[in-house]
Structures are given as C-alpha cells and as structure tokens.
C-alpha cells in the first residue's frame, strides 16, 4: 500500500524563490477555476429552494405563505424564494419550465387535478408525503379523486367553495327572499336587471364561467363525458334542456358584457353596486369588507347588505365544481428532498390552520380537520362554505380526471358552447354539435401540452 502523501507546506525559513513562484501560480489556479465556474466552492455554497404560486384573490393569504416559507428556510438555513403571478399566467409558466427542463422547484398546480396527468412523467411521487400529512389533519377528503394513474403526483393544496352572494337590500326592493335554485335565481335575476341591478354569471373565456356552467349544467342531469373517461355525453336531451335554461339567463336576467369578463368581473360588478348576485367564492364580500365600500349614493357599507347562500340547486341535483389548485415538485429540480421537507412543514395542523384563518375561509385545503376551521363560524357570511364544499367535485365529473379533462377546462369548450347558442350565433344543435366534435378530438389526443 502506497504511503500517503502528506499536505505540501511551506515554511518561510527555507522557502526558494521558485518554490515560491510555483505555490502562488498554484493558488492562483485554484481562484481562477472558482472564477470560471462562476461558483463558489462546495462547502461556501448557500442552498436554495423556489416556489411558484398563484395570487391570490385575498392577499393575506399570500401574506402568511411567505411568513411561513421564509420561517422555514430560516430555521433550516435555506435561502427561499416565492414568486407569485396571476392565475391565467400560470399554464404558459409551467409550460415553459417543463419545456427547458429548469426553473421553480415547487409548482402550483391548477386550476384542476388534469395538470398531474398532462404533466405526469415530469412530477415527483408524493406517495411519502401524503401519507405523512394525512393523517395529522383527519384525512383527506376524497383521496381517490386526487389519485392520477394511481399515483400522488400532486398534493391537493386548497380550493375556493362557491357559494352565491346576493344583496339583500335589493331582494327586499323586489320583494324576495333568498333565492336555492337556479330557476330562483333566473326570476330573481330577471327582476334585478329590471331595475338596473343584473345577476351576473361570466360566461367567456375564464375559471368563472367554467365554475358556474358545470355547476348548472350538473344540476339539470347533463355531462360532458361519462364515468368511463371515454364516452362523450354532451348530446343528450339534458344538456338541450339546460341550453335553454342558460339562454333565458342570459338574455332575461344579465347584460351582455358577462361574455367578456374575466375572474375578477363579477367581484366588481357586485361592489361597483350594480349585481344583484353572483356566483363566486367570497373574495367580493372581503374586498368590500376591507375596503368599506359604499352603497352608490347612500353611506351605507356594501358588505352589511350582501348575504352568502348556497350554490343552487337544479332540477336533479345540487353539484358544483371550483379551482382545484394543486402543489407539486417538478423531477428535474435539484432540491426534491428540500421541496418534500417544506411541503410536510406547510401541511402541518398549526401552519395550515393560520393559513386558512388569513384567508378568512376562501381557500379551504382538502383536508376533512380544515373544514370544521373556527373561521367559519367566525362571521355569518362563511357558514355556507363547508356546505358548498360538500357538494363540489373535480370538474371533469362523473369522468375521472385526465389531461383530456384539463384542456376541456383550459379551452373553454363548455362556456363557448352555451355562449354560441345564447348570443344567437349557432343553434342548440350546432353547438352542441361542435362542442362534441372538440371534446371527441380532445379525448383522442388532440392539443397536448409537452
């Protein structure tokens, strides 16, 4: 066996000058390859860990996410990074970052389970994690939904209940009273515009208007695909029966501008003091809350006279769908085991339950404790949302979820087929004509992304 050999050391005794210039061109070296790797060496290295993540509608719980990230990447000596960027930037950001390989660690996922499926052989396993977090807050709420090929490849994160919100000053005007069906909903609506005050319902190119026309379409029997994940179920005379409904909504009971809305429309309609009610999380009522918005003409505060109910009910069922928003950790990021550690830190009874108490209750995680929350019970206008909870389900419902069933969402296909028949461009029959054509195609493989 060779003898080591032992550190060389220069000893200012007997140093030559040679010996001198050759240790010092030595060490030069050695600054000049720290240089030109543009990194400092191993043991000076700082690790650091990125989220992306969606804003959201109620700041404050963007607010206590940081709170808890940077706590986190304190006590664990992490430089952290949380970027946040709006909800319909989100799809070309993953996109993108799958695309180059490189990016954020940590993902949200959303606006449905689907992203699992589309982007499912660049997501880590969460197996190890879902099974650690479960059980800490009394399980999940419906675990089979959340499965994508039989895996976790997402841990369900939060979803945003949608409850109706109605202004209870303007129902006494019309001489109601608190409307549970759609066809309450339709008479209530009709009555408002006349007087100026219009329900609203976003029916173009937004998460709203996907929400709220799965959820009547849902309520009069009709679907989109059936519980096999195969067959495309839009032709039938449920969904005709529902078209005609959507159309009298339209055209009785709301303005036309409801085509171009996006996310955040129905919230103004509802506080400019023009809606007499909509469809969406509570986010409108906190808005007005926070910001003591005034009745137009009166000195009365908007959120004393807006009242929350639950999402209506049809003629066959009481269904609705939300954002499912989802947190994953992409394979290629260099920070898994890290990414794990913070999700688990999240996910923890404590950290979850100021989280949610940020939000006022308008991100609800999918976890059966976080439903019995204290907060919803701490003001009269959250006590619908657990209710509403109960009857939400994935938006590709009673078909499980797949990356078919997310780009029916991200495309659009239900609200432009009851938008085309509602303005008058196409007949029931060519839009639902059309939009089996696109969901066929879609099923079949058409428009994947990477």
Not at 216 to 222: D, F, L, P, R, V
Not at 227 to 234: L, P, S, Y
Not at 321 to 334: D, L, P, Q, R
Not at 357 to 363: D, I, V
Request: glycine share 8%.
């Amino acid at each position: 066996m060779a003898r080591p050999t032992a550190p060389t050391t220069l000893d200012s005794r007997r140093v030559s000058r040679r010996q001198f210039l050759g240790a010092a061109a030595g060490a030069a070296t050695g600054v000049s390859g720290i240089l030109a790797a543009g990194k400092a060496p191993a043991f000076a290295q700082t690790r650091e860990l990125t989220f992306l993540t969606v804003a959201s509608f109620v700041p404050e719980t963007d607010k206590e996410l940081k709170r808890q990230f940077d706590e986190w990447g304190a006590k664990n000596k992490v430089k952290v990074r949380l970027d946040m960027i709006a909800h319909l930037q989100l799809q070309t950001k993953k996109a993108a970052e799958v695309q180059s390989r490189s990016g954020h660690d940590l993902t949200a996922l959303g606006p449905g389970l689907g992203d699992a499926d589309l982007y499912f052989d660049y997501l880590v396993d969460l197996n190890d994690v879902a099974a650690d977090v479960a059980p800490k807050n009394g399980g999940w709420l419906n675990p089979n939904d959340y499965l994508i090929r039989g895996k976790w490849k997402l841990l369900p994160w939060w979803l945003p209940p949608f409850p109706m919100a109605v202004r209870t000053d303007l129902l006494e005007q019309i001489g109601e009273k608190n409307p549970d069906t759609w066809e309450d909903w339709l008479r209530i609506g009709k009555k408002g515009k006349a007087i100026g005050h219009p329900f609203g319902a976003a029916m173009g190119h937004s998460g709203d208007a996907n929400v709220t026309l799965l959820s009547i379409m849902w309520s009069y029997g009709a679907s989109y695909i059936a519980k096999d994940g195969q067959t495309v179920t839009v032709n039938s005379k449920e969904m005709r029966q529902v078209m005609e409904f959507v159309k009298r909504l339209y055209t009785e009971a709301m303005d036309p501008e409801v085509l171009a809305w996006d996310d955040a429309s129905n919230n103004r309609c509802l506080n400019a003091g023009k809606c007499i009610g909509i469809h969406n999380p509570i986010s409108a009522y906190e808005s007005a809350k926070k910001d003591k918005v005034l009745v137009p003409g009166t000195q009365r505060e908007i959120a004393d006279v807006i009242d929350h109910v639950n999402t209506p009910r049809g003629p066959v069922d009481r269904k609705t769908t939300t954002g499912y928003w989802c947190v994953g950790i992409w394979n290629f990021s260099k920070n898994v085991d890290l990414a794990k550690d913070f999700l688990r830190y999240h996910f923890q009874p404590g950290n979850l339950s100021k989280w949610v108490e940020a939000g006022h209750g308008f991100n609800m995680p999918f976890l059966t404790n976080l439903t019995k929350h204290p907060v919803y019970k701490s003001d009269r206008q959250y006590r619908f949302i657990p209710e509403v909870a109960k009857v939400s389900v994935p938006p590709s419902w009673p078909g499980p979820t797949t990356a078919a069933s997310q780009q029916v969402w991200d495309l659009y296909i239900i609200p432009d087929m009851f938008a085309q028949y509602a303005t008058g461009k196409m007949t029931a029959d060519q839009a639902i004509a059309w939009s089996e054509k696109e969901i066929l195609e879609i099923y079949a493989g058409r428009k994947r992304r990477p």
